[in-house]
């Protein structure tokens, strides 16, 4: 819920919607969306044609190979930086480090909930595609059977 609603949130979510915190709550909406599409499909509620699905699946290949391309951009993030040989940068680099590259809206994390969830939307269109040549087997059955 956005801060004008009453609810949490921070001005930076508001200013930069880019923000860690904008950027982990569109993952989330965006997933959750996807399950129903999945569960949609599971239960033949979703069904599409090949050819309708194509234009959609190459904008999925084409997601996942920009978030590719920004995975080996970001390989800088996934090092630790180098702030001394003493105890005290050894922790300052712990802490960026585990900022930058593990902690929940962090660049590569981002990366990596986006590739699932292009995965998951590939999923659910496949099974999609199967119920929808399961529906046209059926009633091409029928119209066999009554002839």
Avoid: C
């Amino acid at each position: 819920m956005l801060i004008a609603d009453g609810g949490g949130g921070s001005m930076s979510d508001i200013v930069n919607p880019f923000s860690s915190g904008a950027m982990s709550a569109a993952v989330k909406a965006a997933t959750a969306e996807t399950q129903k599409l999945l569960a949609a499909a599971n239960g033949g509620g979703f069904r599409i044609s090949p050819e309708g699905v194509e234009p959609i699946k190459k904008a999925l290949a084409d997601l996942i190979n920009d978030l590719d391309a920004k995975s080996e951009a970001i390989y800088l993030l996934n090092q630790s930086p180098q702030l001394g040989n003493h105890p005290y940068g050894h922790t300052v680099a712990a802490h960026d480090h585990k900022g930058a590259a593990e902690a929940e809206g962090s660049a590569s994390t981002a990366i990596e909930e986006l590739k699932n969830l292009a995965d998951q939307a590939n999923k659910a269109l496949d099974l999609a595609v199967a119920k929808y040549h399961e529906s046209e087997n059926a009633a091409f059955d029928a119209l066999k059977s009554k002839h």
